[in-house]
């Protein structure tokens, strides 16, 4: 063991690891891989310019801030240009993200009959009311009033 190590390592031989567990338990295994898969699945998720990109719009329409691309840029500390590389190699770009986010928290917010359509605009980022209908409209194919009422 090392302490105040840059990180955590259990290492093992290899002899060690061909050796049969006793009272192995298989399906237990099986849960525990499947477990593992997702966590790694996850992490690869986590790396990506994308995600991060949507983490940083999230907090910025949380906080009321304006969703620019500039900002966001800021914020993950990388020019502008580059973001826009970075998420062209991840065949998006920044646009499709914030629309994409902006669609999915509409929908979340409207289904919560304690949001005013104004409320929702505004906390999307929208400068208008009728900017937010037409872009609802693109995204569903229905209006934030219709699809209120079919909820």
Known sequence: ??????????????????????????ELLSKLENMALRHVERLSIENTVCY????????????????SIGAVAEALAMSTRLLQQKLKSEQ???????????????????????????????????????SFTHAFLKWTGTTPGQYRKKQ
């Open 92 to 130: 998006t770009g920044y646009r499709e993200l914030l629309d994409q986010l902006r669609k999915e928290t509409a929908i979340r917010l409207l289904e919560d009959r304690e949001n005013t359509i104004s409320d929702i605009t505004f906390i999307l980022g929208f400068s208008e009311q009728s």
């Open 1 to 26: 063991m090392k302490f105040r190590s840059r990180e955590n390592a259990l290492l093992l031989k290899k002899s060690a690891m061909d050796k049969p567990v006793f009272l192995a338990n298989p």
């Open 52 to 67: 991060k990109v949507t983490l940083v719009l999230s907090r910025m329409l949380l906080n009321g801030d304006k969703p």
